[in-house]
T-cell receptor
Framework: DVKVTQSSRYLVKRTGEKVFLECVQD?????MFWYRQDPGLGLRLIYF???????EKGDIPEGYSVSREKKERFSLILESASTNQTSMYLC????????????FGPGTRLTVT | RKEVEQDPGPFNVPEGATVAFNCTYSNSASQSFFWYRQDCRKEPKLLMSVYSSGNEDGRFTAQLNRASQYISLLIRDSKLSDSATYLC?????????????FGGGTRLMVKP
C-alpha cells in the first residue's frame, strides 16, 4: 500500500524560529512535492524535486527552502518562521513520467505565533 | 485570474440527487485533467482522470470540453459518503516533472 508520512500532524512555533517539516515516502517515487493549503486559495506548490539533490521552485517559494538528500525523504525548511506561514502543509510524491497521480501525506498544520 | 477556477459551494443536496460541478482552466496548452477528492481534515486523493472522450466510473462521470476550457464532474444517486471537497486539477506536462495546478475545490454536502 502506498504510504507518504509527515513528521508531525500539528506544530506550534514562534516567529523567527527555524522550522523543519519532514516527509518520507516508501514507494520509490522520483518526484516529491511540498504544498500549502489555505482556505479560499486551495493548494499552492512551494517546491518540488524530481531527483535526489534536485529541486525546483513552485509558485510560492519565498520564505522556504528544501532538501532532498535521499530519494525517500523531502524536507521543507522555514528559515525564520512568520505568522503568514501559518497553514496546512501537504507533502506528495509521484512516479516519474506522466503517471500523474500524486499521493499525499496526512498534512502538518503549522501555527506560527 | 486563477489558473483553475471552481465554484466553492457548498452544494447541499439530498441523498439520491444528481449533482454536477464545473471547473474552468486558463491555460489552453493544458494536457491532462483530474478530479481529486478531499475529505474533511484529510489529504486529497485521486478520484478519476478526465479524458477527451469523457469517462465514467460507477456513479461518477467526467467530461472535458477543450474548446471552452472546462471540465465537469457528474455524481448520480448521491450518497452521504460522497460529502467531501472535490478538487479540479490540471497538468501542463512541463518537462520539469509532474506538476499539478489545483483549483480551490467545490464542497459537497449530501443530506439524509
Amino acid at each position: 500500500d502506498v504510504k507518504v508520512t509527515q513528521s508531525s500532524r500539528y506544530l506550534v512555533k514562534r516567529t523567527g524560529e527555524k522550522v523543519f517539516l519532514e516527509c518520507v515516502q516508501d514507494m520509490d517515487h522520483e518526484n516529491m512535492f511540498w504544498y500549502r493549503q489555505d482556505p479560499g486559495l486551495g493548494l499552492r506548490l512551494i517546491y518540488f524535486s524530481y531527483d535526489v539533490k534536485m529541486k525546483e521552485k513552485g509558485d510560492i517559494p519565498e520564505g522556504y527552502s528544501v532538501s532532498r538528500e535521499k530519494k525517500e525523504r523531502f524536507s521543507l525548511i522555514l528559515e525564520s518562521a512568520s505568522t503568514n506561514q501559518t497553514s496546512m502543509y501537504l507533502c506528495a510524491s509521484s512516479t516519474g513520467g506522466f503517471t500523474h497521480e500524486q499521493y499525499f501525506g496526512p498534512g502538518t498544520r503549522l501555527t506560527v505565533t | 485570474r486563477k489558473e483553475v477556477e471552481q465554484d466553492p459551494g457548498p452544494f447541499n443536496v439530498p441523498e439520491g440527487a444528481t449533482v454536477a460541478f464545473n471547473c474552468t482552466y486558463s491555460n489552453s496548452a493544458s494536457q491532462s485533467f483530474f478530479w481529486y477528492r478531499q475529505d474533511c481534515r484529510k489529504e486529497p486523493k485521486l478520484l478519476m482522470s478526465v479524458y477527451s472522450s469523457g469517462n465514467e466510473d460507477g456513479r461518477f462521470t467526467a467530461q472535458l470540453n477543450r474548446a471552452s476550457q472546462y471540465i465537469s464532474l457528474l455524481i448520480r444517486d448521491s450518497k452521504l459518503s460522497d460529502s467531501a471537497t472535490y478538487l479540479c486539477v490540471v497538468n501542463n506536462d512541463n518537462n520539469a516533472g509532474n506538476m499539478l495546478t489545483f483549483g480551490g475545490g467545490t464542497r459537497l454536502m449530501v443530506k439524509p
